[in-house]
């Protein structure tokens, strides 16, 4: 268990990120067109998991623009966008912002979010994932994780994309 702050009230999560070096728990979270999407589909590529509450809210948008911007452009580098928002509502976010490097990934009927350890366990947030980025290569081994200690905070870009080699 994880402790995360929500504009400075504690918050638990429900276990502790996959460690630097690790592999990486297999998922499988559900696409836009309600299709699987698995994380054996990103074999070859560095992956950003980019993991949030929802994409309705201020900060866990600017996040999936940031890494749209900084991340998608890179060679051999895939973002994923992960939250419990239905794929309707991250399909609709994305068109609405013009972003198309990247993908998203609902764990609305997944065990991802607690097989990665960022499902919140209390608070007003709860069932809702922490904001986190985890950094993949090709072979599924991590290379950065980061849970970000307040909830509405942005993550480190900068980190998180200079893991990747």
């Known amino acids: 268990m994880s402790r995360v702050t929500l ?5 638990h999560t429900n276990g502790v990120l996959p460690t630097v070096g690790a592999k ?5 979270l559900v696409g836009a067109d309600l299709g699987p999407v698995k994380l054996a589909d990103f ?8 993991i949030f509450p929802s ?3 201020p900060t866990c948008a600017l996040s999936v623009r940031t890494f749209n911007q900084k991340a998608a452009s890179l060679e051999g580098t895939k973002v994923l966008n992960v939250s419990r928002d239905l794929p309707f ?4 976010f994305c068109a609405a912002e013009g972003i198309e ?3 998203n990934g609902s764990a609305f009927r997944s065990s991802f979010l607690k097989d990665y350890g960022v499902e919140l366990v209390d608070g007003p947030l709860q069932g809702l994932a922490a904001r986190a980025v985890v950094v993949l290569d090709g072979e599924g081994t991590v290379k950065h994780a980061q849970l970000v ?3 509405a905070d942005e993550p480190d870009y900068d980190a998180a994309l200079a893991s990747i080699s």
């Not at 504009?7 to 918050?11: F, Q, S, T």
């Not at 990486?24 to 499988?28: I, N, Y």
Request: aromatic fraction near 4%.
């Open 7 to 11: 504009k400075g009230n504690n918050c």
């Open 24 to 28: 990486a728990p297999a998922f499988e």
């Open 43 to 50: 074999a070859g590529n560095n992956l950003v998991l980019n």
């Open 55 to 57: 994409v309705d809210t």
């Open 89 to 92: 509502a991250q399909k609709r």
């Open 101 to 103: 490097g990247v993908t």
């Open 149 to 151: 200690g307040e909830i």
